[in-house]
């Protein structure tokens, strides 16, 4: 079982900028991506960035040129540096987990959010 801890949330004017970070634990097996979703108030939840456990990255369009992922496959820590935030960023922010089982494939993991509200 793998657990996910999220931090670095917080109120940010807009153009401010926030470093989110999610440590897992637990873990007995490989972790092959971990990314972070995000979800506002009345829409469904969407990705805004992830990265492989080779270290390709992956991008909304919102997000890219402003947010970075990176990652401590060492630590299984991953974060986001998010730049220029503006306030159509506000949202509960969720870091993901994938993992690759030995006996039965591949399962999903959630933290239990952290909320950025970007003030305009």
């Known amino acids: 079982q793998v657990q996910l801890v999220e931090s670095g949330g917080g109120l940010v004017q807009a153009g401010g900028s926030l470093r989110l970070s999610c440590a897992a634990s637990g873990s007995r097996f490989s972790i092959i991506a971990m990314g972070w979703y995000r979800q506002a108030p009345g829409k469904q939840r969407e990705l805004v960035a992830d990265i492989t456990s080779g270290g390709d990255t992956n991008y909304a369009d919102s997000a890219k040129g402003r947010f970075t992922i990176s990652r401590d496959s060492a630590k299984n820590t991953v974060y986001l540096q998010m730049n220029s935030l503006k306030p159509e960023d506000t949202a509960v922010y969720y870091c993901?987990?994938?993992?690759?089982?030995?006996?039965?494939?591949?399962?999903?993991?959630w933290g239990q959010g952290t909320q950025v509200t970007v003030s305009s």
């Open positions: 993901n987990a994938l993992e690759e089982t030995a006996g039965w494939g591949n399962m999903n993991y």
